[in-house]
């Protein structure tokens, strides 16, 4: 049985989705509203979800980032009748599977679902897999680097500890990586952990978002929900980009890690919960701490235990068993690969560190074309590559970049985000809307 949740407000496209998805064999639960799936997703095995992009109260891409939080790597498809590159752009960034225009085609439909469910078929058997060798996907680190293994070698004894944990370490290093491991290494293994990026959301929707709210606690607010701290009691919440929170969080932060009690939106009575907090940034928080926009009982609160990852340049070692990992997870042999493209993969700097690495390689296989990747398909992947200016100090607002990637044409005085925008736009017009294909 592979379930699949199809969500849109629009009860008779539910139907006519069904309609198609159930001669395949598959099981179709339908929702009009997105909060209902995600309390499904929640509890339920599902395969692949299909979510309508404009629905009240939660938009597509808010309920696809909302999945992927609670089920990492489940495929969501992004149906819309507002088709545009710029919505392409955005379900690309919530991480979709892949993309659909309304009308929908049944054809491209059931192609994309059949697609979806294979890929969910296989991760699952690989976590099978592994479950029976003894391994865990999250607790699989690699590296053999000296100042790798020594950040390795802390990380059973952070676990045992119950303290707060603060990990630093440039963007593209595996921060979100070494959390779960800590998490899987802990006595609160088996228990939810939930991951928070708190840079994706307003000051007062990430409120909301790690304590809940009421009903009618602010414009919108329909029905009263559970926070991410409640979802994850009894065991870890990840909370990404810390130095990007407000003053005004961070005392509620502060609240909940002195008094393990959160108070929802709107709500003045107090919930206990029992959770372990691991926080990440990028940024130098005593920077921040000194220009008065980190808090310093805040500061000295989260960062019980801290761990520094170092970034991939000063890992060179760790290179060549990073790009094999990869190429195993796209199932080839870790060395199919020529000596000119491990001397490619060395001689690189990695400013994106692993996160660079990993699409580097994810592009050298799709050129490869089932062969063995050459020198030539690296450069080409590295060429490709979106330029990262790793990001330490945030006093300042960020400058504007004044150079780019002459493949795409893109002008220059545009600042990263818009630069990311420009560069999925343009892959995705060269790959003619397929959104699967310009995600990989």
């Known amino acids: 049985m592979s379930p699949v949740c199809v969500v849109d407000d629009d009860r008779a496209m539910c139907e006519l989705i069904e309609a198609a998805l159930q001669p395949l064999g598959l099981t179709v639960f339908t ?9 499904h997703v929640r509890n339920h095995e599902v395969s692949v979800v299909l979510t309508d992009v404009r629905m009240p109260g939660m938009s597509g891409i808010e309920l696809c980032e909302r999945v992927h939080a609670l089920r990492p790597g489940l495929p969501v498809i992004v149906l819309t009748g507002f ?66 293994r020594r950040l390795v070698d802390l990380l059973p004894k952070a676990a045992r500890s119950d303290m707060s944990v603060l990990i630093q370490g440039e963007t593209g290093t595996g921060k979100e990586v070494l959390a779960r491991a800590l998490h899987e290494l802990s006595p609160r293994k088996g228990a939810p952990f939930v991951a928070v990026n708190c840079s994706a959301l307003s000051e007062t929707l990430l409120e909301s978002e790690l304590f809940g709210h009421v009903k009618g606690a602010f414009t919108g607010a329909v029905s ?112 199919a690969w020529t000596d000119a493209a491990l001397d490619r993969l060395l001689a690189h700097r990695w400013p994106g560190n692993v996160r660079e690495l990993k699409v580097v390689v994810q592009r050298s296989v799709i050129l490869a074309r089932g062969g063995v990747v050459s020198g030539t398909m690296i450069d080409q992947g590295l060429h490709a590559a979106l330029p990262v200016t790793p990001r330490r100090v945030s ?38 809307g397929n959104v699967a294909r310009t995600a990989r």
């Open 224 to 335: 009263s929900r559970r926070g991410r701290f409640e979802e994850a009691d009894g065991g870890t919440i990840f909370l990404d980009e810390i130095g990007d929170v407000s003053p005004v969080v961070q005392v509620k932060l502060l609240r909940v890690l002195q008094e393990r009690t959160v108070e929802r939106v709107g709500e003045s009575a107090p919930t206990a919960v029992d959770v372990r907090v691991v926080a990440a940034t990028n940024r130098d928080l005593e920077a921040l701490m000194a220009a008065g926009r980190i808090r310093e009982d805040f500061y000295y609160r989260i960062r019980g235990v801290t761990l520094e990852v170092p970034p991939l340049r000063e890992r060179p070692g760790d290179v060549a068993d990073l790009a094999a990992h990869f190429l195993e997870r796209h199932g080839r042999a870790p060395d």
């Open 395 to 432: 006093s300042k607002p960020p400058t504007p970049l004044r150079s780019v990637t002459p493949a795409y044409g893109i002008g220059d005085g545009r600042n990263l985000r818009q630069l990311e925008h420009d560069i999925i736009k343009k892959t995705l017009e060269s790959n003619r």
């Open 31 to 39: 929702f009009t509203r997105p909060e209902p799936a995600l309390e």
């Open 83 to 148: 088709g545009s590159m710029d919505t392409a752009v955005e379900a690309i960034r919530a991480g979709a599977y892949d993309f659909l225009s309304k009308p929908v085609e049944l054809d491209a439909l059931e192609i994309a679902v059949q697609r979806a469910v294979r890929h969910s078929r296989l991760a699952a058997e690989l976590r099978r897999l592994r479950a029976q060798a003894g391994l865990d996907d999250s607790v699989r680190i690699i590296g053999k680097s000296p100042a790798f």
